[in-house]
């Protein structure tokens, strides 16, 4: 993939999970970096587990990115002291 797939995957990765788990304060840039973590850190969850994501092509690569940005989230907001609250 190049950088400008990268950015994109990261953008709607970084917006869902910050919609589901909750910001954390920074806007849309930080969501596209915590998208952009969050898809090496849901690609590196996926591959230690043996899992496979259930859609196939950029699909697939948005969602294991959605599920890393989400852990990457509530990581990030265990850290910083706040409780992870679903919206």
């Given amino acids: 993939m190049d950088i400008v797939t990268w950015i994109v995957v990261g953008l709607v990765a970084g917006v869902l999970a910050s919609y589901l788990i909750g910001g954390i304060g920074?806007?849309?840039p930080g969501d596209i970096l915590i998208g952009i973590a969050g898809s090496f850190v849901g690609s590196f969850l996926f591959r230690q587990f043996g899992w496979h994501s259930p859609f196939k092509g950029l699909g697939g690569v948005i969602f294991i990115a959605f599920v890393g940005a989400a852990v990457v989230l509530v990581l990030a907001r265990l850290l910083a002291g706040r409780r992870p609250?679903?919206?």
Avoid: D, I, T
């Fill in 26 to 28: 920074y806007g849309l």
């Fill in 85 to 87: 609250v679903a919206r």
